[in-house]
């Protein structure tokens, strides 16, 4: 048996991509690639406040976190070194683009 409670909820009918840690400033931070809300960051530190479980949120509820790419055009995330993430991209004419960002610009 697995036991579990939900600390965010990132949208109904959405799913996680990639989930990735970086530091920025000495601070951990993690970032979630999701299927409908694109990258969000949020502190670990958050996680360990949420005090109760949000099985049935009726709206935004839980964690706080910062959207950084909004959409869904996020296919892949991966750190790239410890100063950059890497992230695969469909472009609108449903090609990809592959970039890489700064941890010190997220």
Request: hydrophobic content about 35%; charged content about 25%.
């Amino acid at each position: 048996n697995i036991r579990a409670k939900t600390l965010a909820e990132i949208g109904p009918g959405s799913h996680p991509i990639d989930i990735r840690t970086y530091k920025k400033g000495g601070e951990e931070y993690i970032l979630i690639a999701n299927s409908k809300r694109g990258l969000i960051k949020i502190k670990p530190k958050d996680l360990e406040s949420q005090k109760k479980s949000i099985a049935r949120p009726t709206s935004r509820a839980g964690v706080t976190y910062e959207t950084l790419i909004p959409g869904g055009s996020i296919r892949q995330l991966d750190n790239l070194n410890s100063n950059y993430i890497a992230i695969l991209m469909m472009n609108e004419d449903k090609g990809f683009d592959l970039t890489s960002i700064p941890v010190d610009k997220l």
